[in-house]
C-alpha cells in the first residue's frame, strides 16, 4: 500500500517536473514566437526572449563592476547614445544601469564570450575577458542602431528583454589586405579595422611585402623603402606585363608607398583596441623580386630583375631574414609571423651552385626540401623569441617545420594534411575565401582576377572538412578572407570587394553551424548593407542576379528547376520558350528542351539583369562518352559523365560543370541505337584573364557503326581572341542525318578550353 502510494507520489513529481519543464520550454518558444526579428550580424550562439524592456535614456548610468578602467569600451556605448539619441550615457553607479563586468566564472561561454542580460531593471554584460566584454558591446550597439527599438521623441531605447549567451565558434576569425600590389594608406587599414571589430572579426593579416612594393620600414634597410616601395607605372597589371621595374618616390610617375615603423605601432595599437591581433607578412623565398632589385647578392644570379626567389645556399639571406624578422617582432606582438612561402619556383636554385651545396649538404632530395630547409631555420629562429611561424600551405612540401600553422588556400587539402599531421591550420581555400573574385556576374563588374564568389557560396562554407576526425578538427582554428589586389587599386574598390562578403564570413567563423541559416541572413545581410552605407562604406550591396538551380533526374528524365536570389523573399518572375510572363512560386520540370527568362521584380519593376538559360534533358544525357584525350586533371568537374550530364555551367569555369582541356577536345559519343539526329550544341566560355579561349572552331561528325564517321557541321568562331569581358556561348550545329555516334571536335586556339554540355537531339 505505501508502496503503491509511493509510486502515485513519484508518478505525481514526475508529471509535475515534465509539465513544469514543458511550460519552460513552451514559455520560451510561445514567446520566441512573438519574438522581435534582431538584426545581429554575426547571429549570436543563443538568445532567449524574456517579458518585458528595458528603457535607455539620458538618465541611464553605466559602470564597471568591478572598477576596472574599461574607458574605450564605454566610450564605444556612448558614441552611439550621443550620436543617436544626443546625449551621453551617465559614467556613475545608480539604478537601471548598464553593468560590465569581467566575470570567470560565467561558466555558459567560453573564451571571448559574453553573457548579455537585458531586463526591465537593468541590462548586465559579463565576460570572463575583456575581449568577450567588447564582442557584447558590439551586440548592444547594434541592437541600438536598429530603429525599431528606438523612440525619436523620447529620445530613448526600448530594448526588449533578452538574454544572449554567445562565444565564437573559432578562435581564428580573418582578414587579410594586400598593400604589395596597390598600396592603401594607414587610415583606410583603421577603417577596415573598425569595420572588423564590429562583425567580431579578430586577425588582421597584412601581406607587407611583395614583388610589387615593400611596404614596411626597416631601420636597418633603409634602401627597401628607398628603391622598392614605388614602381615604375601605378596600374598593376600594366607593370606586371610591362617593366616590371621599381622607382625612387620622385621618379616621374613613380606609384607606392610605405609604412613608418611608427605608423605601424599606431595601427597595431588601434588594432588591439578592438581586439584585433594584426599578423604581419613578410614573404620569402619566394615573390620577393622587391628585394632582389635592391639587394641582389641574395639572389642566385645576382642580379636584380631575374627571378624573385632568395637564394638559400647563401647565409646572407638568412642575416638578411632574420635582421628583417627582428624589427619585424619588435612592431607586432602578434604570437604569430606570417613568412609567406607560396608559388616559389625552383628554377634558379636548380641551377645555384650555392644552393646544390647546401643541398648536398644538408642531404636534401631536392629543392622542395631546400626551402623546406629554410622554413625550418625561420621557424627555429621565430620560435627562439617565443614566436609561431604560419605560412601558405607551399610550407608543407618538402616536409613541415615542427610547429607550423598551415594557411591552406589552394582548396582545403593542405590543411586537411596538416591536421592530420596534428598542426594548427587556418582555412582560406580559393573557392570560398578569395574576395578578389566576382561576386556578381562579371559582365557587370569592373575586372577582377576571374572566380566567381557572391555573398551566399561564402556563407555556405565551413571551415572543418567532413573527413577530419573530432580530435583532427580541433586543429582547424578558423577561416580567413582574402584581398589580393591586381585589380583593386583603390580604397572604395577595396571596401565594394571586401562588402558585404565579410560579414558572411563573420557569420561562418562566429555563429554555430546549427544556428546558421542563410535564408534569414538575407533579410540581416539587407539592413546591414544600408547600414554600412550610412557609415560611408562603399559596399558592393545585393546583385540582382537570379541563380538556377537544376536538379537532373535520370530515372524520370526531366530536370527539376530553382530560382534563387541574393535578396530576401523576392519577387521572381519567368518565361518559358518565350510564352507567357509568370510568377515564380515554386519548383518547375523540363522534359525536353526550354529556353528560360527569370528575372526579378521590386517595387512592380523588373530588374535589367535577365537571367537567360537552357536547359535541355536531351537524347544523350546519361550515355557514354569516350575521350580520345582527357580533360585536364586541374578541371575535370564531374569526369566522363560531365559533358552529357544534362547540367549547364555557371559563370565560373571553376563551378564543377565547365570540364577544361589543355588540348583539343576529341570525344565521341554512344547513344546506344541508331536514331535520327538534326542538333548538336556545345558550351564554351571565353576569359581571357586567367588565359581560357573559345575554341578555334567545332567540328561534328556522325557514324552508325562508329567506324566511319561523317562531318555533318562545322563552326568556326565568332567571339575575338582580345575580348575582355567574360564570354559564354553556346557553338550550334544543324542538320538531318541518322546515326548512332556523334564524334565531337573543338579546336584549341590557345590556354585552356572549357566546355560544359554537348547537347543532341
Ligand atoms: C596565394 O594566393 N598565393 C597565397
Not at 115 to 142: C, D, N
Not at 196 to 216: E, Q
Not at 672 to 689: E, K, P, T
Amino acid at each position: 500500500m505505501i508502496c503503491c502510494m509511493l509510486k502515485r507520489f513519484c508518478m505525481k513529481a514526475l508529471f509535475f517536473l515534465c509539465g513544469c519543464w514543458i511550460w519552460i520550454c513552451f514559455s520560451c518558444t510561445t514567446q520566441s514566437f512573438r519574438e522581435p526579428s534582431l538584426q545581429l550580424i554575426p547571429q549570436p550562439a543563443k538568445i532567449c526572449f524574456e517579458k518585458g524592456e528595458f528603457v535607455l535614456n539620458q538618465h541611464t548610468p553605466v559602470f564597471v563592476a568591478g572598477g576596472e578602467e574599461m574607458d574605450s569600451e564605454v566610450e564605444l556605448l556612448s558614441a552611439v547614445t550621443r550620436q543617436l539619441g544626443g546625449f551621453d550615457l551617465k559614467r556613475e553607479k545608480g539604478e537601471n544601469a548598464i553593468v560590465l563586468q569581467l566575470d570567470t566564472t560565467v561558466a555558459c561561454v567560453g573564451k571571448e564570450g559574453y553573457r548579455l542580460k537585458i531586463e526591465p531593471a537593468g541590462v548586465t554584460l559579463s565576460a570572463p575577458e575583456v575581449s568577450g566584454l567588447f564582442y557584447g558591446i558590439q551586440t548592444f550597439i547594434q541592437l541600438l542602431n536598429d530603429p525599431q527599438f528606438y523612440n525619436a521623441e523620447e529620445h530613448a531605447w526600448h530594448l526588449p528583454a533578452m538574454l544572449v549567451e554567445d562565444e565564437p565558434a573559432f578562435p581564428y576569425r580573418g582578414l587579410h589586405l594586400d598593400v604589395s600590389r596597390h598600396f592603401f594608406p594607414k587610415e583606410f587599414v583603421m577603417k577596415c579595422l573598425d569595420l572588423m571589430s564590429v562583425y567580431k572579426m579578430n586577425r588582421f593579416h597584412w601581406h607587407l611585402t611583395d614583388a610589387a612594393g615593400w611596404r614596411i620600414e626597416i631601420k636597418r634597410y633603409p634602401e627597401l623603402t628607398e628603391r622598392a616601395a614605388w614602381r615604375t607605372q601605378e596600374n598593376y597589371m600594366d607593370w606586371w606585363n610591362g617593366d616590371r621595374h621599381y622607382a625612387t618616390s620622385d621618379a616621374p610617375g613613380a606609384y607606392g608607398g610605405y609604412y613608418t615603423q611608427e605608423e605601424i605601432r599606431e595601427v597595431v595599437e588601434y588594432a588591439a583596441r578592438r581586439h584585433v591581433t594584426v599578423i604581419p607578412e613578410i614573404e620569402m623565398p619566394g615573390h620577393s623580386e622587391e628585394v632582389l632589385a635592391v639587394f641582389p647578392q641574395l639572389g642566385c644570379y645576382g642580379q636584380p630583375y631575374r627571378n624573385g626567389e632568395l637564394c638559400i645556399g647563401n647565409e646572407a639571406t638568412f642575416e638578411f631574414v632574420e635582421n628583417v624578422l627582428t624589427e619585424v617582432m619588435a612592431l607586432f606582438p602578434s604570437e604569430y609571423i606570417h613568412i609567406g612561402g607560396d608559388e616559389a619556383s625552383a628554377a634558379a636554385w636548380e641551377k645555384c651552385p650555392k644552393c646544390q651545396k647546401r643541398r648536398r649538404e644538408e642531404h636534401l632530395k631536392d629543392e622542395k626540401e631546400l626551402q623546406s630547409y629554410m622554413i625550418h631555420r625561420v621557424e627555429a629562429f621565430l620560435n627562439a623569441k617565443g614566436r609561431k611561424l604560419i605560412g601558405w600551405d607551399e610550407i608543407l612540401d618538402g616536409g613541415l617545420a615542427p610547429a607550423a600553422t598551415v594557411m591552406s588556400w589552394r582548396g582545403e587539402s593542405g590543411g586537411i594534411q596538416a591536421a592530420r599531421m596534428g598542426h594548427d591550420v587556418i582555412m582560406t581555400p580559393g573557392g570560398y575565401c578569395y574576395f578578389d573574385s566576382y561576386q556578381a556576374d562579371p559582365r557587370t563588374q569592373p575586372a577582377a582576377i576571374g572566380g566567381f564568389l557572391p555573398y551566399l557560396k561564402v556563407y555556405s562554407y565551413h571551415p572543418v572538412p567532413a573527413e577530419l576526425s573530432p580530435e583532427e578538427a580541433r586543429h582547424v582554428l578558423g577561416a580567413q578572407a582574402n584581398l589580393w589586389t591586381e585589380y583593386i587599386p583603390t580604397t572604395a574598390h577595396a571596401e565594394y570587394m571586401i562588402f558585404p562578403r565579410l560579414l558572411a564570413l563573420s557569420e561562418v567563423v562566429w555563429t554555430p553551424r546549427e544556428k546558421r541559416d542563410a535564408a534569414d541572413f538575407k533579410r540581416r545581410i539587407a539592413w546591414h548593407i544600408d547600414w554600412l552605407r550610412g557609415k560611408g562604406v562603399n559596399v558592393f550591396g545585393l546583385s540582382d542576379r537570379l541563380d538556377l538551380l537544376d536538379e537532373v533526374d535520370t530515372l524520370q528524365r526531366r530536370i527539376r528547376v530553382r530560382f534563387d536570389s541574393e535578396k530576401y523573399k523576392p519577387e521572381i518572375h519567368y518565361t518559358l520558350n518565350g510564352g507567357a510572363e509568370q510568377l515564380y512560386t515554386d519548383a518547375f520540370y523540363v522534359t525536353d528542351s526550354a529556353c528560360i527568362e527569370a528575372f526579378l521584380v521590386e517595387d512592380g519593376k523588373p530588374s535589367e539583369e535577365v537571367l537567360q538559360k537552357r536547359l535541355d534533358y536531351h537524347r544523350a544525357v546519361g550515355k557514354k562518352v569516350h575521350y580520345e584525350k582527357l580533360y585536364s586533371s586541374s578541371y575535370p568537374a564531374a569526369g566522363e559523365s560531365t559533358l552529357v550530364d544534362g547540367k549547364r555551367g555557371g559563370l565560373t569555369y571553376g563551378d564543377g560543370r565547365w570540364q577544361g582541356f589543355l588540348s583539343d577536345v576529341n570525344v565521341t559519343i554512344d547513344l546506344d541505337s541508331v536514331c535520327d539526329l538534326s542538333y548538336v550544341s556545345a558550351g564554351f566560355m571565353q576569359l581571357i584573364g586567367p588565359g581560357v579561349y573559345m575554341p578555334n572552331f567545332v567540328s561534328v561528325s556522325v557514324s552508325e557503326d562508329g567506324e566511319t564517321f561523317q562531318e555533318v557541321a562545322r563552326i568556326d568562331n565568332r567571339v575575338p581572341a582580345d575580348e575582355k569581358q567574360l564570354v559564354i556561348e553556346d557553338f550550334t550545329a544543324r542538320f538531318k542525318t541518322r546515326g548512332r555516334y556523334v564524334k565531337f571536335f573543338a579546336k584549341r586556339q590557345r590556354g585552356f578550353q572549357f566546355i560544359d554540355e554537348i547537347v543532341i537531339y
